[in-house]
Structures are given as C-alpha cells and as structure tokens.
C-alpha cells in the first residue's frame, strides 16, 4: 500500500472518515506515502512486512491489532510485475510473482486477522 492502487486506497479511507490505516510492505514508503502522509499526520502508518512469509504477515496482523485494538477492514493488494515478455521469465520469477500476486497473502493475511 505505500504505492499506487494501495496507496489510493488508503488515501479514499482516510479521506472518508477512517482514523488510521495500516499499510504493509517489503520495503521503505516513499515520496508518494510521505506525501499522503502530510494530508494524514499520525493516520497512515507503515509497516514493514512480506506478505508472501506467513511468520511476517502474521506479526503485522498482530501489530496492528495490538496498535488500534482491532481491524475494521482489510485491503490486500499486494502485487509486482517485471516487464518483459512472459516467456522469458525465469521459473524463479515465476513462481515469485505468483506467490504475491495470487497464492497466499490474501487467505494469509486475511485468515490470521479474524
């Protein structure tokens, strides 16, 4: 969520009442978080996460139940793309982008949360 449709969601929630949205990923926000951030001082809050390891989307859960007591909705949209031709992705790359984009995260996260 700390970039593109994740990010705008996060901005719709805020901008429509929500006190606090929780964004995972694997890396640091950027200049677009921050940038929403500004419009949502102590709103938006970044984790850190990879939400294709159970053991790290599961502290994230738990963090942020035990950071605003409970969750009042979820939005799982990780994703990732390399642009190139499909058939000449590596298996590897494969299966990487099927494990984010399709596989897991979603029942993961979503299973552990409820």
């Keep these: 969520m700390g970039k593109g449709i994740g990010l705008g969601v996060a901005d719709c929630c805020l901008t ?13 926000p950027g200049e677009e978080f921050d940038a929403v951030s500004k419009h949502f001082p102590g709103q938006l809050v ?4 990879d939400v294709t390891s159970e053991e790290s989307a599961t502290k994230a859960v738990d963090d942020i139940i035990t950071a605003a007591g409970t969750i009042h909705g979820m939005v799982v949209n990780a994703g990732r793309t390399k642009h190139k031709p499909a058939l000449d992705f590596t298996t590897e790359e494969i299966e990487q982008l099927w494990s984010v984009n399709v596989c897991m995260h979603a029942l993961r996260n979503s299973r552990h949360a409820i």
Excluded: Y
């Design 16 to 28: 429509n009442g929500a006190d606090k949205v929780f964004s995972l990923d694997i890396g640091e």
């Design 46 to 49: 970044s984790l850190e996460a």
